[in-house]
């Protein structure tokens, strides 16, 4: 199995491991909890990389400005069976930003723009490619 790839959890016994697909296990509380790799969400050490290699890249070309920044969202179950704890699901995305607009990536998106952004982009043109791919980009005005 690769290194990036990890393993899921199968039912709410840690023993219970299987290897599966591309997912990563975030953490363990009463249930272990994975993510997926490609479109799905990322780990944080996952996120943090991509987000400096992303901002370093833009610094050096016609994107100076441009931020890439790490968004998490923190998801709880409304309920749970009784006798498990209360796990917290946690996302982690990739924010574009340039102070007049935003784009939340996944890990699979994000290494596609690490992929696919040339140096001389500007704004406007990384702006553009990313909502090609069906990436909602928000006006921050």
Known sequence: MPPDRGLVAVGWNPRN???????KVVGIHSVLVATGEGDGPMLADDAQQSAAE???IFNAGACQGVKASVKSEQLSPTSVPAGAGRPTFINYYIRIDDSTRTATLTLGQAGRLLREVQPDWDPDQLFDTISTWGVAVTDTN
Request: no cysteine; proline share 0%; aromatic share 0%.
């Open 17 to 23: 491991l299987v290897q599966h697909g591309t997912s």
């Open 54 to 56: 992303l901002e370093k």
